[in-house]
């Protein structure tokens, strides 16, 4: 195949609102739109026509740091459509790239349909928020939504520190200063061990990836800022638990207080195929309360969630309380509440008592079937 130019493909990407572009040896590009990937054209990827697209993204120092560490993370801007996030590695012998869009315009949390209580907590004065879910939920863009929220109200400073950055931030009522991982410091350790010379009251860190990290974002809450950061995990009570995990038996019990004194929320969240064949985001909320600061305290991570149903009034949800509120709202199919569902069976019979679906979809279904270990 001929050498070709990457430049088209996102301009593709930003015409038709595309999440994710892959370029892999031996199948054609291929473009993820609202959750679909389909392939553009039929014409295969030579490994040397993947080499010439992948070195020309790159500059002279990270294509040393590709050849060092076969893995290389960018963000590149094309004017008037917005940024991309490139991830460059190796599969099977050759280069791949995998690129995320990231629209040039930081869309607000109502057209995110993200709950209103997201626009309160942005705004507290100290503690811990943390955006989880899986690869490609929308974490960079609900945490842009926040902290865009904040700038557009509140006078004060925010820091970023992020590999790379993804959404540009404007200096609106408050001072935003943005560090890219390579290119405004050398390391997250570097970038973390400096933040508080820099006197910020927000600090966010692009992702939480281990205990060095962890710590440090508890340490900011701790001494009076407002710390956001995103993790992968797929709840909350999943979140907890990998934050323990990060830390040895010796230092859990202390860890345990300090996240109960400054953990302030989790927002989990997922997309879900909506009836029109657009996305919605389906949101799990955990918020700090009395109740919820003594179970994190005593390690009682597993009966988080069922108190999270007794506190709809307070702005926490569950997943599946977010799925029955979609469904019932005609946002959703049934199957796609289901499917997303933590307990399948908890969902679905809470749908047939409340008066859906219709009876013909549920004929033939065993709710006790519906679980498969969920």
Not at 24 to 39: C, D, E, L, N
Not at 234 to 260: C, G, K, M, V, W
Not at 301 to 306: G, P, T
Not at 348 to 357: H, K, M, S, V, Y
Request: glycine share 6%; proline share 4%.
């Amino acid at each position: 195949m001929a050498t070709i130019e990457i430049t088209p493909f996102l301009r593709l990407m930003a015409e038709h609102h595309a999440s994710d572009l892959f370029f892999s040896v031996g199948a054609p590009p291929s473009i993820k739109i609202q959750g679909v990937t389909r392939h553009i054209g039929d014409k295969v990827l030579s490994s040397e026509a993947l080499h010439d697209l992948a070195y020309a993204a790159m500059n002279d120092k990270q294509q040393r740091e590709f050849e060092a560490q076969l893995e290389m993370n960018l963000a590149i801007a094309l004017p008037g459509t917005g940024r991309f996030r490139l991830s460059i590695y190796r599969q099977r012998g050759s280069i791949a790239v995998a690129v995320r869009y990231i629209t040039s315009q930081i869309p607000s949390l109502e057209e995110l349909n993200l709950p209103p209580v997201l626009n309160e907590l942005i705004m507290l004065p100290r503690g811990l928020i943390l955006v989880v879910g899986a690869t490609g939920s929308g974490k960079s863009s609900t945490l842009a939504a926040m902290i865009d929220h904040r700038n557009r109200t509140r006078t004060g400073h925010i820091l970023t520190v992020e590999d790379p950055i993804e959404f540009l931030h404007e200096h609106k009522q408050s001072v935003v200063d943005q560090r890219e991982i390579g290119i405004d410091t050398l390391s997250y350790a570097a970038a973390l061990k400096n933040a508080m010379r820099q006197a910020p009251e927000v600090i966010m860190i692009g992702e939480i990836r281990d205990r060095e990290t962890m710590a440090a974002a508890i340490a900011y809450a701790e001494t009076g800022h407002l710390c956001l950061s995103t993790l992968h995990a797929n709840n909350a009570n999943q979140t907890l638990d990998r934050i323990i995990n990060f830390f040895p038996e010796t230092a859990r019990h202390q860890l345990l207080i300090d996240l109960s004194l400054n953990l302030k929320a989790v927002i989990s969240q997922r997309l879900i195929r909506a009836v029109d064949g657009k996305r919605v985001p389906a949101v799990e909320i955990l918020m700090s309360s009395p109740f919820i600061a003594d179970l994190i305290e005593k390690g009682e991570i597993a009966s988080i969630k069922e108190a999270m149903k007794a506190s709809k009034e307070n702005g926490m949800q569950t997943f599946d309380g977010a799925l029955y509120d979609l469904y019932a709202g005609g946002r959703i199919s049934y199957e796609q509440a289901i499917e997303n569902a933590d307990s399948r069976t908890d969902l679905a019979l809470r749908i047939r008592l409340e008066g859906g679906p219709a009876t013909h979809e549920l004929d033939g279904m065993s709710i006790a079937g519906l679980d498969s270990g969920r």
